[in-house]
């Protein structure tokens, strides 16, 4: 089983020939809805790669929260510790371009009720066999309440460092396995990312040095997805695995990482090798590229398979 803890969404997507610029103002080309949330998508991408899933999160009591649900339930995915609050349902207002990038605004609403106790009783029902995936797009307190119950019941984590928050470098060291992109590696060991190049030491060393080191240093593994060129992960013995992406055009980048989160931890959860599980999570990430909105976009198994 697969426990999600983390934030459920709607998202209210615009197509754009091109991302605006700072108090620019575009005409749009297309506007849609579609459920999202950084936790709700993996938790989407984690079923749809064949693992059983529990969501743990909040919603608002509001007409947003059928339609931030509705993949979910259709995914017949365990969303008994989805809690109906009276905060409005978590929006995330996303802008494509006809290129494939994307800008994404977040506004909390009910996900800021995920709260320390119902991340301890999620833990509590938990297996030491079951995997628990998080982002941090809840309170960080919550985050750090079930990495830690997690730690100390033997229980494997899952930490997706995005978005980036001042604490993201405390919380890391408590998971098992992180997930970050290359900014956000960049920002976890205090560099900045310039081109491909991590710039803010004396020696510029590269991402595949610094990322066996930083996971020989916490004992974890460290993973760093890199978009069109697939990922890169680390073991704690510092021993350093590449797996390629799938070759494609991006229609829309919006659901990648996500669906690279989710297939990740149910990968594991299956059994799979921690290099099985990553060239599959990365053939799944580059699937979700090729149709518009998150999840919506995210693959079937049956769609990543042909494609290992």
Not at 194 to 202: A, D, N, R, T, Y
Request: with cysteine; proline share 2%; hydrophobic share 45%.
């Amino acid at each position: 089983m697969i426990y999600v803890i983390g934030s459920i969404n709607l998202d209210l997507i615009v197509n754009v020939k091109r991302l605006p610029q700072a108090g620019e103002t575009l005409l749009g080309k297309e506007f849609k809805t579609a459920a999202g949330g950084k936790s709700a998508n993996q938790a989407l991408a984690a079923s749809r790669a064949g693992s059983d899933v529990t969501m743990v999160g909040a919603v608002g009591n509001d007409k947003n929260a059928e339609l931030a649900l509705a993949e979910l339930k259709r995914a017949e995915i365990n969303l008994s510790n989805v809690k109906k609050t009276n905060e409005s349902t978590g929006i995330a207002m996303i802008s494509v371009a006809d290129n494939g990038e994307n800008s994404i605004i977040v506004v909390a609403g009910a996900n800021g009720t995920v709260s320390p106790d119902m991340a301890l009783q999620a833990i509590s029902e938990i297996h030491q066999s079951d995997i628990v995936l998080l982002a941090q797009e809840i309170p960080e307190q919550a985050i750090e309440t079930a990495l830690k119950a997690a730690k100390n019941a033997k229980i494997t984590t899952i930490l997706n460092i995005a978005p980036f928050s001042a604490k993201s470098t405390t919380l890391a060291k408590l998971a098992d396995i992180v997930i970050a992109n290359e900014t956000e590696f960049a920002a976890l060991i205090g560099q900045e990312l310039i081109g491909q190049k991590l710039i803010g030491q004396e020696l510029k060393r590269g991402f595949e040095y610094e990322l066996c080191a930083l996971a020989k240093t916490n004992q974890q593994i460290i993973i760093v997805t890199l978009g069109a060129d697939g990922a890169l992960g680390a073991t704690a013995k510092g021993e350093l695995i590449k797996v390629s992406a799938l070759k494609i055009k991006p229609i829309d980048s919006v659901g990648a990482g996500d669906s690279f989160c989710g297939y990740l931890a149910a990968m594991l959860e299956q059994g799979k090798s921690l290099k099985e599980a990553m060239q599959i999570a990365s053939i799944a990430g580059s699937l979700a590229c090729l149709k518009q909105g998150a999840q919506p976009a995210i693959p079937f198994l049956s769609e990543v398979v042909v494609k290992v």
